[in-house]
């Protein structure tokens, strides 16, 4: 499943990120997107989402959210 799929405002864990040479996806993996983390989806408005990570806030647009699946 990739984040498209899931609810606004559900919490969801980071399955996998594909794509690791991609230098876009290495510098949301270095800010802390990683297998395994929590995160949490607070807005979607039309091509970005807003994803509570620990503490921060990051934006992703749906290009690079096609690189990560979810549970």
């Known amino acids: 499943m990739n984040i498209d799929a899931v609810p606004l405002g559900q919490e ?11 230098p876009i996806v ?3 993996y270095a800010m802390g997107l990683k297998e ?12 970005v989402y807003l994803l509570r990570l620990n503490n921060s806030r990051l934006i992703i647009d749906r290009d690079l959210a096609k690189f990560i ?3």
Do not use: H, Y
Request: hydrophobic letters at 30%; charged letters at 50%; zero cysteines.
């Open 36 to 47: 395994g983390k929590r995160s949490k989806l607070l807005l979607k408005n039309g091509r």
């Open 26 to 28: 290495r510098k949301l």
């Open 12 to 22: 969801f864990t980071i399955k996998e990120i594909k794509d690791k040479d991609n």
């Open 69 to 71: 699946e979810v549970a």
